[in-house]
């Protein structure tokens, strides 16, 4: 089984400061998603990445997809109290276009 | 509105009772998927479906059923429910199989068994 290891899972900072949240896996992905969730709902995609080394951008947040495509992060700049939430990524195995791998997801908390 | 909608939202009942979990979505997606969200486990894929009649297993698919009669339901049957299905479970659907489709996710159904 492919796993997705996301890290940190909680994330607690103050408005304006910056931060980033990895994703990492030993498997290659055709395909990277990064997902945010607030409580009571369900996911909503973010960003999908697909190419190795590709960097999407959303506002504030920026996504990376790494060379060999097993890994990405996601870099929030000046977060925002609007920004709190769960964020998940999710990967595409190479092998199964059915399949989708979630990391444990990261709690992130932005106060005033 | 496009939507995928679950039904119920919460339930509570017994260990053994038969119970089923709806999902249907109104974009005509050929693709369509159950998670369990569990704490500190992020979301894991009970079961998927690519298209009508054509079901797989995902990750944890023991003590699960599900069906694909037509395109646009996909209700998840648990035969005989125990303790450790006591989770958040959401619906999803998109246009075509994985890759670079973004999913639409139903707002989930808390089920707790007792």
């Known amino acids: 089984t492919q796993l997705l290891e996301q890290s940190p899972q909680f994330l607690s900072i103050q408005e304006g400061e910056n931060l980033t949240v990895y994703c990492n896996s030993s498997?290659?992905?055709?395909?990277l998603q990064w997902y945010r969730q607030e409580p009571g709902e369900g996911p909503v995609l973010l960003v999908t990445?697909?190419?190795?080394?590709e960097v999407k951008k959303l506002k504030r947040l920026t996504f990376q997809f790494g060379d060999a495509r097993k890994d990405s992060s996601l870099h929030i700049t000046a977060a925002q109290p609007g920004d709190t939430g769960l964020y998940l990524c999710a990967g595409a195995p190479t092998s199964n276009t059915g399949k989708l791998i979630f990391g444990q997801g990261t709690t992130l908390q932005v106060k005033p | 509105e496009a939507q995928v909608t679950q039904n119920p939202r919460y339930l509570i009942t017994v260990t053994g009772k038969k119970l089923t979990v709806t999902c249907s979505q109104n974009?005509?997606?050929?693709?369509m998927s159950w998670y369990r969200q569990d704490p500190g486990l992020g979301l894991r894929q009970i079961y998927y479906s690519m298209n009508v009649e054509v079901t797989d297993k995902g990750d944890v698919p023991e003590g699960y059923k599900v069906s694909r009669k037509e395109k646009r339901n996909f209700p998840l049957i648990l035969e005989s429910p125990s303790p450790n299905q006591t989770s958040l479970y959401f619906c999803?659907?998109?246009?075509?199989?994985?890759?670079?489709?973004?999913?639409?996710f139903g707002d989930g159904t808390r089920l707790s068994i007792l």
């Open positions: 974009m005509n997606h050929e693709y």
């Open positions: 498997s290659v992905f055709s395909s």
């Open positions: 990445v697909v190419t190795g080394g």
């Open positions: 999803a659907s998109s246009l075509r199989p994985l890759g670079v489709q973004p999913q639409h």
